[in-house]
């Protein structure tokens, strides 16, 4: 009789069991041959753990757009028409950088590893609580004489016990220890990453300062230039001075073989007087 109970609350609970893997194959696509058509809420996001839609036959295998991932993270409440020094560009840097956040939170739990190893140095308490439930059911015959012999038992086992680990050749220091330096390392990466972050902001601060120092300058030289060329308006290109010495008229030859024979000339008349 034992034996068949057991054997029926067997099958009752792998029965059970298979109606919940079987109920949970519903979130599947429903055909191969059609697209899987996700529950979304009203802002386009999918949930998870529930039936597909109903494919309808426009349907295709383009998820659907989720407006919340869509838009533009909060502004940190900069003001843009003020001029941040470095010191502020830092700060700011620092208090909304994600990576202080995830470097800080490992540096904390390093610290709650070790402050779990230095617990295992106290006693340890434990309390144990079992039910028991007792049933006996049968019948005893004898010839005339039928008796039933039906008994109910219940009750309850509390116990309590308490260790204390007193020598355990110094394994307990050495995890305490590791754990120690474990988060001194934490706190090390810690700092690392303020200081990285202090970099990276330092070198865009500087390149932006020397980008705009640039700009400045060429605008200065481009008026400079302005003013020179409308200062001296004679200056002309070498293409213009090119072009004013083609249209010049060549110096004819004659005059200087006049000149030439009246020296001459001037000469013979010296040489004759004396």
């Not at 058509?37 to 036959?57: C, D, F, M, N, Q």
Request: charged share 20%; net charge positive; aromatic share 6%.
């Amino acid at each position: 009789m034992r034996q068949l109970r057991r054997a029926v609350v067997a099958a009752a609970w792998s029965a059970w069991l298979a109606g919940c893997a079987v109920s949970a194959i519903g979130m599947a696509p429903d055909r191969p041959d059609q697209p899987w058509v996700p529950t979304t809420t009203a802002t386009g996001e999918i949930v998870p753990g529930a039936r597909p839609s109903a494919a309808s036959p426009e349907a295709g295998y383009v998820l659907p757009a989720n407006t919340d991932l869509a838009g533009l993270p909060a502004p940190l409440g900069l003001n843009r028409g003020k001029a941040y020094s470095l010191p502020e560009l830092i700060d700011i840097a620092q208090s909304n950088n994600p990576q202080t956040r995830t470097a800080w939170n490992d540096a904390r739990n390093a610290a709650l590893v070790a402050g779990i190893a230095e617990s295992t140095y106290l006693p340890r308490l434990r309390a144990t609580t079992v039910g028991v439930y007792l049933n006996n059911q049968g019948n005893a015959s004898v010839p005339g004489l039928n008796v039933s012999t039906n008994s109910e038992a219940r009750g309850a086992i509390s116990a309590a016990s308490l260790e204390w680990l007193l020598f355990d050749f110094g394994e307990r220091a050495a995890v305490v220890e590791a754990t120690k330096q474990a988060s001194v390392i934490a706190n090390i990466a810690f700092n690392a990453t303020h200081q990285q972050i202090i970099y990276d902001v330092s070198v865009a601060f500087y390149a932006n300062a020397a980008a705009r120092a640039r700009a400045l300058q060429r605008r200065r030289n481009r008026s400079r230039t302005r003013k020179r060329w409308k200062q001296r308006p004679t200056i002309a290109t070498s293409i213009q001075l090119e072009r004013w010495l083609r249209s010049r008229k060549p110096i004819r030859r004659p005059l200087k073989r006049n000149w030439l024979s009246s020296r001459q000339t001037a000469q013979q008349r010296t040489l004759t007087s004396t």
